[in-house]
């Protein structure tokens, strides 16, 4: 209470205190009340205790409680808080993973499927429109009318077939590698299920244009294409890996001239066989469509890079295994 009176008296001494223009009213009542309190703590106290106050006397914080800001000035900050943020938000914004999925039966799509039957025709009736010679002149021309007429005599029948068979085998691929797309979109990471589905030749120009050295823009492209046709080539050999396993068992039955265990060697060769073309397949691929990115256009080097590696790769292993380990694959 001695405070309060200390404060009272003041007043009473400076009249001209209360003509003294204030912020507002909160601010003159929230001093008096603080500074009230605090002399009057101070002064219930001992003078020996009052050490534990800090010089003789409580440290009081003021509060101007009666400042405040214009509209005007709130608007501004607000509008400078979001364009700071969304500043940073485009500058430090996470990745996106777009993930776009082919139709699962896209091989059965006319144009696609024109494509396969053209290519599998042509790849088994071209070589029969090669021109054949008779290199021997010391035959008579009865046997060379009798050739003529026999070479007259083409299999057309065997070619059908066969391109047939290829188109089965390249469409159970495509659909087979859409389904592998569907099980890594749903059982992997985001991240890796991007990496697996990405658009190889895109990719290669995108990295085109961030001007890395050549060796690194090879390593770059070759691990980039090796993710992206690694979906390809498991699907071409579970395919392959399918034929072989019906191929087993319809043997089996039909065939008793070699007992089990033979047979399940023979099997086991020809998976092996099949898993080592898939993988210099798929080394080989990435490697062509590096060296391809590089020395052409990086779109059109990396397609065609990437498909001579896959028709060249199991060539090259088959030769190296027959020459160098004695081994036909």
């Not at 823009?217 to 396993?245: E, N, P």
């Not at 590089?294 to 295994?321: K, S, Y």
Request: net charge positive.
């Amino acid at each position: 209470m001695a405070g309060i009176a200390i404060l009272l008296d003041l007043l009473k001494k400076n009249p001209s205190f209360n003509g003294q223009t204030l912020h507002s009213y909160g601010i003159f009542s929230a001093k008096l009340a603080t500074t009230a309190a605090a002399a009057s703590v101070a002064a219930s106290y001992p003078f020996a205790s009052r050490a534990f106050f800090g010089n003789g006397a409580a440290q009081v914080a003021f509060c101007d409680a009666g400042t405040g800001f214009s509209e005007d000035y709130i608007s501004t900050i607000q509008s400078e808080s979001i364009i700071n943020l969304q500043y940073d938000s485009l500058k430090h914004s996470t990745k996106q993973y777009n993930l776009e999925l082919k139709p699962l039966f896209s091989a059965f799509m006319w144009r696609n499927l024109a494509l396969t039957s053209l290519r599998s025709f042509l790849l088994f009736y071209l070589p029969l429109v090669e021109p054949r010679t008779n290199m021997d002149d010391d035959d008579d021309d009865e046997d060379f009318l009798k050739d003529a007429e026999e070479d007259r005599r083409v299999d057309l029948v065997t070619p059908f077939k066969k391109s047939v068979k290829q188109i089965g085998r390249e469409t159970a691929v495509v659909t087979t590698r859409r389904v592998l797309e569907r099980l890594a979109v749903h059982y992997v990471s985001q991240r890796m299920a991007w990496k697996l589905l990405k658009d190889v030749p895109k990719s290669a120009a995108r990295k085109a244009q961030r001007g890395m050295p050549s060796m690194i823009y090879f390593c770059s492209v070759t691990k980039t294409t090796c993710r992206g046709h690694f979906l390809g080539v498991l699907a071409s050999w579970f395919v392959q890996v399918g034929i072989d396993i019906w191929r087993f068992f319809k043997s089996k039955q039909d065939d008793d001239t070699l007992d089990g265990s033979e047979k399940m060697k023979l099997l086991g060769r020809k998976i092996s066989i099949v898993t080592v073309r898939c993988s210099a397949s798929l080394v080989f691929a990435s490697i062509g469509a590096g060296i391809g990115a590089m020395m052409f256009r990086p779109t059109t080097g990396q397609w065609i890079g990437c498909a001579i590696g896959d028709v060249a790769g199991p060539v090259i292993v088959a030769f190296c295994f027959d020459k160098v380990l004695h081994m036909e694959l």
